[in-house]
């Protein structure tokens, strides 16, 4: 994967080579890939000049940075209580309907992957949910199958 | 009984274009008449602990070491809090300028601001700020820089020491403690962090002067404070309110007729019953909070409540400390059996006994606060558990 020893380069040049630029390094992979391979890691670990397993070892804790595949566009719809009492369950089902995926699944043209995530700060506007870093609230049907209409025909 | 009604202010979000000359003022003042102000003002950290933000940052001050820093904490993560959002989009000048008359009284030269990874889409409008801010300061001749760090999706690490952990790129995992941050803090180096809204508000002291900050709240509560407001209430939004008001005065206000309990303080807080609205005061001397308020009606189950609180812990929990990692599982198990039928209803006293020992061996925050929102909701709910 000659692609991703170039990325890490790249990031590692911009963000520096130490254990701080560890988290930014691993940042900008999702940003780019949206989430982290094995050989990413590893890659890491040469560039960094520390153990894979550290490397390993910090990325699975975050839930942002997520280790196993994921589609172009990620999903994160927001489960805390206050969302849920403003309709959350019926945005999820119509989120399942549209991709035609459950929950924690990623569409077979790896465009969408649907995730639930904890509070997003947003109970004032619930339901909530963020497509990659932009944050969507005040979620009906409608406009679900709006903003998913969208991404599926535009990006 | 409180003697506090309940009062809008506007010291917050008021006009940033003052920030120019309180910084410019503030500047040219002794270390030791701006640390006064702020002790005098009886200000208290706004992220829901309350240390007073004089000492923290006097501590600071007496250390002597070369490099020293401000962190200004903007993982706000507690469930219902949306505060510093609103407060990083509006006045992000007013946080910058807190942190920079920080910087001067403890004697540092580099700023952070943690900023929590579901808020990525302010990074864009929060550079620019800073470019403003660093042409600024460097107008007023003061070496202070401000860098932005971003997290990724970990509740824990708005935990002080947690997050000094993230910022040198390892796993979100808190400290033990002693030694505090001021001591020992990002770099092991002494650290003032503070919360975003802490950051304004000694920002707007030394705009107003401690005497009229003071003017506001209680004894115990002092000035005003920013409150997330959410859940059954006509009115959902962000408000600023003095300290110290009644629990039933806020309810008239913001609830929508109807309201059986409120949580305060979110997931890590606690509920308060509508028979109970009338004797709680909002502040340090009753039930404190970061900001969250959670309103519930009565066509809720607070055992949904419950539930989603347990499972939010139990994901967040960092799995570090065996009490918190094992004791979030447990508790969600427990009152799911309860519900279920698998246990007796006493079974409820003996997770309480549980929440308990995690409040005193628990490693952080995370997990010695899990009882408050469980035993509140347990003990004045009980039969909402078990039917």
């Known amino acids: 994967m000659p692609e991703i020893k170039e990325l890490v380069k790249q990031l590692a040049e911009r963000h520096g080579r130490n254990r701080e630029s560890l988290l930014p390094i691993l940042q900008g992979i999702v940003t780019e890939e949206r989430s982290i391979s094995d050989v990413a890691m590893t890659e890491v670990a040469k560039e960094l000049d520390m153990s894979a397993a550290l490397v390993y070892g910090t990325a699975t804790f975050y839930s942002f940075l997520d280790t196993e ?25 119509s989120l399942e309907d549209l991709l035609k995926i459950e929950l924690g699944e990623t569409t077979k ?3 969408f992957t649907l995730l639930e995530t904890n509070c997003l700060g947003w109970c004032h506007k619930g339901p909530a949910m963020l497509i990659n870093d932009d944050a969507y609230t005040e979620l009906t049907p409608e406009k679900v199958s709006e903003i998913i209409g969208d991404y599926m025909k535009n990006k | 009984m409180p003697d506090k009604r309940l009062k809008r202010v506007d010291l917050i979000f008021s006009d940033e274009s003052v920030c120019r000359d309180v910084l410019a ?11 006064k102000g702020i002790l005098d003002s009886g200000l208290r950290g706004r992220g829901g602990a309350g240390f007073p933000t004089g000492l923290k940052w006097k501590f600071t001050s007496q250390e002597k070491e070369e490099e020293k820093y401000v962190v200004c904490n903007a993982d706000e993560g507690e469930p219902g ?19 920079a008359i920080c910087a001067k009284v403890i004697g540092a030269k580099k700023g952070f601001v943690y900023l929590r990874g579901e808020y990525q889409f302010l990074r864009k409008e929060l550079n620019k700020a800073l470019d403003n801010f660093h042409a600024l300061v460097k107008e007023l001749g003061f070496d ?29 995992e808190p400290r033990n403690k002693p030694p505090y941050p001021t001591i020992s803090g990002f770099r092991n180096k002494p650290t003032v962090i503070n919360n975003v809204e802490t950051l ?3 920002f707007m002291i030394c705009r107003i002067g401690a005497k009229k900050f003071q003017e506001l709240g209680t004894a115990d509560s002092r000035g005003s404070k920013v409150f997330s407001i959410s859940g059954d209430t006509p009115i959902a939004g962000i408000y600023e309110l003095e300290l110290g008001m009644s629990l039933e005065d806020f309810v008239e206000e913001f609830g929508d007729g109807d309201t059986k309990a409120v949580q305060v303080g979110g997931a890590s807080g606690l509920c308060v019953p509508r028979k109970k609205f009338k004797d709680t005061i909002i502040g340090f001397e009753g039930v404190p909070t970061g900001g969250s308020m959670m309103l519930f009606n009565s066509s809720r189950s607070m055992y949904n409540v419950l539930k989603n609180y347990v499972e939010f812990f139990e994901e967040e929990s960092c799995g570090q400390c065996t009490p918190c990692r094992v004791g979030c599982q447990q508790l969600k198990l427990g009152i799911e059996s309860v519900k279920k039928g698998d246990k007796p209803a006493s ?7 549980l929440a308990e020992t995690m409040k005193v061996t628990a490693k952080c925050g995370l997990g010695q606060s899990v009882a408050n929102s469980f035993s509140s909701i347990v003990d004045n709910f009980n039969e909402e558990m078990i039917y």
């Open chain 1, 69 to 93: 595949p994921r589609g172009k566009y990620v999903i994160r719809l927001c489960k805390t209580i206050t969302c849920d009492m403003k309709g959350k369950r019926q945005i999820l089902k």
């Open chain 1, 109 to 111: 043209d790896k465009k």
């Open chain 2, 25 to 35: 003022d503030s500047l040219k003042k002794s270390n030791d008449d701006i640390l």
């Open chain 2, 81 to 99: 809090t949306f505060k510093d959002r609103e407060i990083l989009t509006k006045v992000p000048l007013k946080v910058f300028s807190g942190m």
């Open chain 2, 144 to 172: 202070f820089e401000i860098k932005i760090r971003m997290g990724s999706g970990a509740y824990v690490c708005g935990e002080e020491s947690a997050l000094f952990e993230s910022m040198e790129g390892k796993r979100g």
């Open chain 2, 200 to 202: 304004v508000y000694s």
């Open chain 2, 347 to 353: 079974y409820l006293k003996t997770l309480q006994k």
